[in-house]
């Protein structure tokens, strides 16, 4: 054989410099990662339900389970279970079957199939190429995923204001009214960005003028207010109002299964005949990608959700999360309230949910990684569930001295 | 909202009529699905080795084993367990890095993460588009994944004798000596397709001359010979003969772990250099297509393949499938025989493994599914292992008066 290789011009991927690296390398005793993907406990270790840790032994000993493949579209009683959940068992969408769930690998393969799908058949019947708009927080993450999938014209938008530490509802509206007609809009965590029901509404009637099509994720239900339906709010509001719309679900954080993959996409349509078309066109593109999705995750999932004892206790637990979530962002601005930090901390308490604005500028989160070993996102926002007992004085007094010390910085 | 969809010019796919579907819906008692995609036990029930069942249970109760997110190439122990039990742990390929897995969702996430990185990266100095030949028994289910990953060249090749019923290298081999130069050439279950070792070289040497490009697929690794080095002879020695290649590895049908979706993707090249490259554009792919992979089936499969004891033990179980299914071969050749049904049934115990050529008509599948219930794959192929003690006479009176009544009508 010849030693030249054929794949001579494969360019390397070079790794973007993520915090969760940084933080793995940082040999600091007092070193903390307030970026971490999923939902922690106060003791630092990954949380899971009691009640999944118990359905997953059971099903580990039920012998009437096999390993056989699922059906392509998935397990029906979790996809109708989720979607359910979502967009509420009540939704006249569901009443005249025109909604419907796909089981995906994970979050991330039911924002795959969907990107892919709306490239491949999204026509607005208005200007082509379709304009994509994304969240400015979510550019790299999720930005990527429709570049890959074929989208060239994506854009951001923001909804925060990062002087006055609120949502900038009139940034977000313009950016919306400004938008070509039939663009996409992908509205990622509304459970967690803060809009109000009444900005919603706004969003909505924008959108409708505008023929805009929304993509929601939703990746926290439950977790932002620690009520399932008011965390929903928004995209039923959508669908109420006979939108047609996807929206990627996932359940890696709200039931701790983040190695099991489970995801759903919803598909909200006009008619039912429609939505059986689209989902045949799923089916065709997942049969290509991974064939069928897994089974475990999905059946602790549908267990749950269909059995109202069961349900019972997951939202219990998921309210619990919620109230020490809700008590971390009381005593962080306390902390910082005693140590007289400089700034208004209220949006601390403002926001809800694990995904939290820090409010710090970009030389004081240098600040946090440089002299005190604290790494924030990327996007400079912080999971709240990072911080616990054991490192609340820590991060309260680095904020503290960040602030400080970039404030004299600004002096000088 | 308008009530217009903006989907209206979605098709429907049809979903092609496959033998499972007609058999599911098929009211007559004594229907029979030759047509399993899995291994099938005498009593007709998914076959799942039990050193698998042992160890789902133990993995269930293991508290030290949380739901994290994986690396994004996945469980390391597996992928290198894995890529040793196809390549050989005394590969030089190995020893020299330049041979690697990628955990990827179940086998046909390996057949297209393979497939779009070809399509993506694949230059191989010649014309393009490159051509891609895939296996005439592989053209529907294999195909499609190609064709949606982009490419436009797709030949089909054959390499067996549907009237001698028997190997054709001489046909094989012409194909491969008037393919484009740097064409690729995909090589499904080499461990079943019953080219001897000699026979492999004459192509391995043939594919070196025209600079062809392989990408193998080991869907049943120990379930051809019941010897899990037999079985992967053919990769082995192209791996020797220093060709660059791609390997999709499945353990479904190994570990009757179906829903579990557990792929490797491995990757041999020139140097250690090239794999880091293309292994870091594989990863950026699967960031976008899946995110992480899933754990549970990669940490059954780590733990059997890398400890002695349960090695030996799940070889044990393979090679209690192998002698069943040379039984059943054995079985229906003698039942045929006895039944003196006109033709020669050596091919039947002259092929080995799971999937069988059986030597049938068109016209004989269509009586066999007409009048007798039996069920097909597509390509006229059977799984061996849907025959057992229960139906085993049927099947043998079927074929035999599928090749009476066909016999007749070829003279009237």
New interface residues.
Partial sequence: ???????????????TDIPQDFYKEDPHPQKVLLGH??CQTDAG??W?PPVVQRI??Q???DPTL?????PQLGIYEYTRAATELAIGKESHALLENRAGGVHT?????AL?LGAEFLCR?????FATPTALYIAKTQWDSIG??FH??GFTDIRPYDYWNPVKLTIDIEEFLQTLQKAPT?SIVFLHAPEEIGLKPQEWETVAATM?KK?L?PFFNIESQGLASGNLDRDAWALRHFVG????LLCAQSFSKTF??????VGNLIVV???NE?L???H??M???M??????????GARVIAMVLNSPALLYEWKLSLRMVVERIMLIREKLKEQLRILGTPGSWEHLTAQSGMCSFIGLSSSQVEFLVKYKHIYLFENKQINICSINSKNLDYVARSIHEAVLATTLEDWN
């Fill in positions: 054989m010849g030693t030249l290789s054929v794949f001579l011009d494969v360019p390397l991927v070079k790794r993907a999923g270790e990954a899971i997953l032994l099903i580990s000993q096999d390993h056989e493949y699922l690998v994970g979050g991330t393969g795959w058949w999204y026509k607005p019947r990527s995923i890959v999938a039939g409708e023929q099509f109002q006979g939108f047609e701790g299964l983040y190695d099991e993959l349509t006009k008619n429609t059986i078309r689209i045949s066109q089916e065709r593109q049969s290509t990608m991974w064939g069928w999705p897994g089974s475990l």
